[in-house]
């Protein structure tokens, strides 16, 4: 009799446990994102989040993209990129049971990032390799696409082999729906070309709310996915004697000093179009992403500053830089004094002295056009050169 009573005692006790087990969990449909490999189409039971106009995530690996990376789990996973006209992928599900308002859950991924993920650039329209980290975001809602509320998001992920990314999510509502969006490394200035890989999700597993979710994931280490760009020869410049600018004929109309000029070509600048405090705004300057490194296509046109500044030997100048509003005043600040003094250390590598030369970074202070448009950000994203004086 007491063996029977503590058998049934164990078996309730046993069916409890599942019972708290299968109210603690959701599943979700498809977890291993298995389908036929293809570009543009979502595996089954995901539904495309992305942006009008845009194609939808990939089913991977596909030869479209050079994506050719083993799956972690079963056949297939997701290829997910973010892209640098400041659109992003993502895709969404209807859960089978809501997450709960003031739960907590554990959630997890198997991420990596493809080395070769070739597709065209949306700004430039040629050939770029979509290479550059990312990281995931997930959301909560009560629909498809809809975002109410970031339940969590990873670390960006630099790793190229499939690392289990671990996420503790705390929902402040009943969401019956989840989106999974790629993203840009924050904070972030402007938009660029990556790619997510994305296989084996677990099951939302509620836990204690103190229990922490503790991963294996690397520290993020940029530098070891961003190279510098080519060092140049730079052959030492013949000094150039000082040239006194030659009045117009007397029947030609002298130009007007101008404030700003922008949309010029620095060597088509006229001497009597500028004067001391006149601004000339530097067009097709391009850094890597959030860095102080110039990329190589942009030397030409600081070969041009330099060339100017060589005629003209008495002109002083400074080097501004300037941010879009996307980031804190103190990375603002930041990154623009030095990309600023980035030109500045080109034009003295380059033969000019240093003391015509000064350089500051003015952060996000002084926009020319609204933060809230990708082509606004643009602008505001400069480096300016200001006339200090004439007299060397």
Same mark, same amino acid.
């Given at each position: 009799?007491?063996?029977?009573? !503590?058998?049934?005692?164990?078996?309730?006790?046993?069916?409890?446990?599942?019972?708290?087990?299968?109210? #603690?969990? $959701?599943?979700?449909?498809?977890?291993?994102?298995?389908? @036929?490999? %293809?570009?543009? =189409?979502?595996?089954?039971?995901?539904?495309? *989040?992305?942006?009008?106009?845009?194609?939808?995530?990939?089913?991977?690996?596909?030869?479209?993209? %050079?994506?050719?990376?083993?799956?972690?789990?079963?056949?297939?996973?997701?290829?997910?990129? @973010?892209?640098?006209?400041?659109?992003? /992928?993502?895709?969404?599900?209807?859960?089978?049971?809501?997450?709960?308002?003031? &739960?907590?859950?554990?959630?997890?991924?198997?991420?990596?990032?493809?080395?070769?993920?070739?597709?065209?650039?949306?700004?430039?329209?040629? +050939?770029?390799?979509?290479?550059?980290?990312?990281?995931?975001?997930?959301?909560?809602?009560?629909?498809? *696409?809809?975002?109410?509320?970031?339940?969590?998001? !990873?670390?960006?992920?630099?790793?190229?082999?499939?690392?289990?990314? &671990?996420?503790?999510?705390?929902?402040?509502?009943?969401?019956?729906?989840?989106?999974?969006?790629?993203?840009?490394?924050?904070? !972030?200035?402007?938009?660029?070309?990556?790619?997510?890989?994305?296989?084996?999700?677990?099951?939302?597993?509620?836990?204690?709310?103190?229990?922490?979710?503790?991963?294996?994931?690397?520290?993020?280490?940029?530098?070891?996915?961003? &190279?510098?760009?080519? &060092?140049?020869?730079?052959?030492?410049?013949?000094?150039?004697?000082?040239?006194?600018?030659?009045?117009?004929?007397?029947?030609?109309?002298?130009?007007?000093?101008?404030?700003?000029?922008?949309?010029?070509?620095?060597?088509?600048?006229?001497?009597?179009?500028?004067?001391?405090?006149?601004?000339? =705004? $530097?067009?097709?300057?391009?850094?890597?992403?959030?860095?102080?490194?110039?990329?190589?296509?942009?030397?030409?046109?600081?070969?041009?500053?330099?060339?100017?500044?060589?005629?003209?030997?008495?002109?002083?100048?400074?080097?501004? #830089?300037?941010?879009?509003?996307?980031?804190?005043?103190?990375?603002?600040?930041?990154?623009?004094?030095?990309?600023?003094?980035?030109?500045?250390?080109?034009? $003295?590598?380059?033969? $000019?002295?240093? /003391? %015509?030369?000064?350089?500051?970074?003015? #952060?996000?202070?002084?926009?020319?056009?609204?933060?809230?448009?990708? /082509?606004?950000?643009?602008?505001? +994203? =400069?480096?300016?050169?200001?006339?200090?004086?004439?007299?060397?």
């Amino acid at each position: 009799m007491r063996l029977r009573t !503590t058998i049934l005692t164990f078996l309730t006790l046993l069916v409890g446990y599942a019972g708290w087990t299968q109210e #603690g969990t $959701i599943q979700l449909t498809n977890p291993s994102f298995e389908d @036929v490999p %293809r570009h543009s =189409r979502v595996p089954r039971g995901w539904y495309d *989040c992305g942006f009008p106009g845009e194609s939808a995530p990939d089913t991977q690996p596909d030869p479209t993209f %050079r994506v050719n990376k083993a799956a972690a789990d079963g056949e297939t996973y997701l290829g997910l990129v @973010v892209r640098d006209n400041d659109t992003w /992928e993502s895709i969404a599900q209807k859960l089978t049971r809501p997450v709960e308002k003031n &739960k907590c859950y554990e959630f997890s991924l198997y991420l990596s990032r493809s080395e070769s993920y070739v597709s065209v650039s949306r700004v430039t329209e040629e +050939q770029a390799n979509y290479v550059t980290p990312a990281k995931i975001r997930i959301y909560g809602g009560f629909d498809y *696409c809809d975002k109410q509320y970031l339940l969590g998001e !990873t670390k960006l992920v630099i790793n190229t082999r499939w690392i289990e990314y &671990k996420m503790k999510l705390e929902p402040i509502a009943n969401y019956t729906h989840i989106v999974v969006e790629a993203f840009y490394k924050t904070p !972030t200035l402007f938009p660029y070309n990556g790619n997510i890989l994305m296989d084996k999700a677990s099951d939302f597993v509620m836990i204690p709310c103190e229990q922490p979710v503790v991963d294996n994931v690397p520290e993020e280490k940029p530098a070891a996915v961003t &190279k510098a760009p080519p &060092k140049t020869e730079v052959k030492k410049p013949v000094t150039a004697p000082k040239v006194t600018p030659k009045s117009p004929p007397a029947a030609a109309k002298k130009d007007e000093p101008k404030e700003v000029l922008e949309n010029v070509k620095i060597s088509d600048i006229s001497r009597s179009e500028l004067k001391t405090g006149s601004t000339i =705004r $530097i067009d097709k300057l391009y850094f890597e992403s959030d860095k102080a490194i110039v990329l190589q296509n942009s030397y030409s046109v600081l070969d041009e500053l330099y060339d100017f500044l060589s005629k003209n030997s008495d002109v002083s100048v400074e080097i501004g #830089g300037h941010t879009n509003g996307l980031a804190s005043d103190e990375y603002a600040v930041t990154l623009s004094k030095n990309r600023a003094k980035a030109v500045y250390d080109y034009l $003295i590598k380059k033969g $000019i002295e240093k /003391e %015509r030369l000064q350089f500051k970074g003015y #952060g996000k202070k002084n926009p020319i056009a609204t933060n809230s448009t990708l /082509e606004g950000r643009r602008k505001n +994203q =400069r480096v300016e050169v200001k006339i200090l004086s004439f007299n060397g």
